[in-house]
C-alpha cells in the first residue's frame, strides 16, 4: 500500500505558472511508476503525465506537451508537475496516481494501471 497526498494547486491568471507535488508514504516508493491525471467538472479523468520508477522515462498528453513537466525525487518520495504558460482550459482537480511495477522503465498511462490515489487539488486558471 502506498498513501499519496497532493499539494500546491490554487488560482492562478493564464500565462502564469504552478508547481504540484504529490507526497507518497507507505510502500517503497522507487518501485511505483507516477502519474498525473486530472478532471474537470462534467467530464472524465484523463491522462497528463507518467514518469517511471527511475524517472528516465516520462510521457505527457498532447495538450500539455512543452508546458508541463513531471519529475520525481524517490529519496524525498516526491512526485512533481511544473504546470507553465498554464490555460484556462487547464482548471482541473489534479490527482496523483501510483502504479506498482517490476519493470524500471514502465511508463503507464491508462487510469486502470494504476492502483492508489490521492484526494486531487484544485488548479484555476482564470483569463
Known amino acids: 500500500q502506498v498513501q499519496l497526498v497532493e499539494f500546491g494547486g490554487g488560482l492562478v491568471q493564464a500565462g502564469g505558472s504552478l508547481r504540484l507535488s504529490c507526497a507518497a508514504s507507505g510502500r517503497t516508493f522507487s518501485r511505483y511508476a507516477m502519474g498525473w491525471f486530472r478532471q474537470a467538472p462534467g467530464k472524465e479523468r484523463e491522462f497528463v503525465a507518467t514518469?517511471?520508477?527511475?524517472?528516465?522515462?516520462?510521457y505527457y498528453a498532447d495538450s500539455v506537451k512543452g508546458r508541463f513537466t513531471i519529475s520525481r525525487d524517490n529519496a524525498k518520495n516526491t512526485v512533481y508537475l511544473q504546470m507553465n504558460s498554464l490555460k484556462p482550459e487547464d482548471t482541473a482537480v489534479y490527482y496523483c496516481?501510483?502504479?506498482?511495477?517490476?519493470?524500471?522503465?514502465?511508463?503507464?498511462?491508462?487510469?486502470?494501471?494504476?492502483?492508489?490515489w490521492g484526494q486531487g487539488t484544485q488548479v484555476t486558471v482564470s483569463s
Open positions: 514518469i517511471s520508477r527511475s524517472g528516465a522515462a516520462t
Open positions: 496516481a501510483a502504479a506498482d511495477s517490476d519493470s524500471a522503465s514502465y511508463s503507464p498511462r491508462y487510469l486502470a494501471e494504476f492502483g492508489f
